[in-house]
């Protein structure tokens, strides 16, 4: 695909081209990165009962909320790859730029946990009514 700030690469833009690429990283996060792993599997596991319960404002939260804390883990070890790969000695200030982007996922998890604690302690006595 063809860079238009740097004028690089071939012409033309493939919108399925793009998803695939997206798939392939998030594929690849999945299967390589625990963290994002359990995080997919546990906001699947309450999205469904979510969505089981006809509870759409809350599918709708859980899943922004999701989005949310997997693009932030994504930065994160995309941040933290690229400054492994450019310095591969210690250096404080990778260090120092490796502890923020891991403050930012931090900070990002924490609300995704709230979120779903919240949703399911909303969900629960509808799931026992049930």
């Known amino acids: 695909m063809r860079n238009k700030f740097l004028g690089t690469g071939k012409p033309g833009y493939h919108p399925l081209k793009k998803f695939s690429v997206i798939l392939a990283g998030l594929r690849y996060a999945v299967l390589h990165d625990f963290s994002v792993l359990y995080k ?3 906001s699947v596991l309450v999205l469904a009962l979510a969505l089981w319960l006809h509870a759409w ?14 693009a932030a883990e994504l930065f994160n070890t ?4 690229l400054c492994d790969f450019v310095e591969t000695r210690h250096n404080e200030k990778v260090r120092v730029i490796k502890d923020i982007a891991a403050a930012a996922a931090g900070m990002a998890i924490l609300a995704w946990w709230i979120v779903l604690a919240a949703e399911l302690i909303d969900l ?6 049930t």
């Open 78 to 81: 995309a941040i933290e790859a």
């Open 57 to 70: 404002v809350d599918a709708a939260v859980i899943l922004l909320a999701t989005g949310v804390v997997l």
């Open 124 to 129: 629960w006595p509808r799931l026992r009514a």
């Open 40 to 42: 997919v599997v546990l």
